[in-house]
């Protein structure tokens, strides 16, 4: 599993010109699941990992002499959440000038996975979480505020 993080003032997703998910200040999170993590991805302890670092990064400002520091994170911060399902952060372009998506998850099993990590991200944090729409083709607006761009792999940090 793959998430790119960026912290931003705002944020929205529009299908076919109609916006379905927006945030003010908070983090947009691109999430794409590989062939390596397979379909019974939800049931391995990375999963609810992944979901607790993204919640738990301190990648927001602090008060007083923290104001210009990484001190809060989302929920201390009080922002928001918009994660955006993203097969091609698994885009392979070794060969050619073609990316090849041949290590990006199966739809089948990857579209309720990411739906099942919305919901897990949703239950175990107090802030409001919205998400982009699997399989559709999204027009993603953000104001990355920073810039802040972090990325996470589930096999970089929890070997799975």
């Given amino acids: 599993m793959r998430i790119l993080v960026q912290r931003v003032t705002e944020a929205s997703v529009s299908v076919d010109g109609r916006q379905v998910a927006a945030i003010g200040p908070g983090i947009t999170a691109l999430v794409g699941f ?9 049931s391995r302890p990375a999963f609810r990992g992944m979901a607790q670092k ?14 210009n520091k990484f001190h809060t ?13 993203q097969f091609t952060l698994y885009a392979d372009c070794r060969k050619g000038r073609r990316p090849s998506f041949t290590d990006a998850g199966n739809p089948v099993w990857a579209e309720p996975m990411f739906e099942h990590f919305v919901k897990i991200v ?35 940090l929890f070997g799975s």
């Fill in 34 to 42: 590989g062939q390596e993590d397979g379909p019974d991805f939800h």
């Fill in 122 to 156: 949703d239950e175990s944090c107090s802030v409001s979480v919205s998400s982009g729409i699997f399989g559709a083709d999204m027009a993603v607006r953000l104001c990355n505020w920073g810039p802040v761009t972090i990325w996470l792999d589930s096999l970089s």
């Fill in 54 to 67: 993204l919640a738990g990064l301190r990648i927001f400002p602090g008060q007083g002499e923290l104001a």
């Fill in 73 to 85: 994170s989302l929920e201390e911060f009080g922002g928001q959440l918009l994660l955006v399902p």
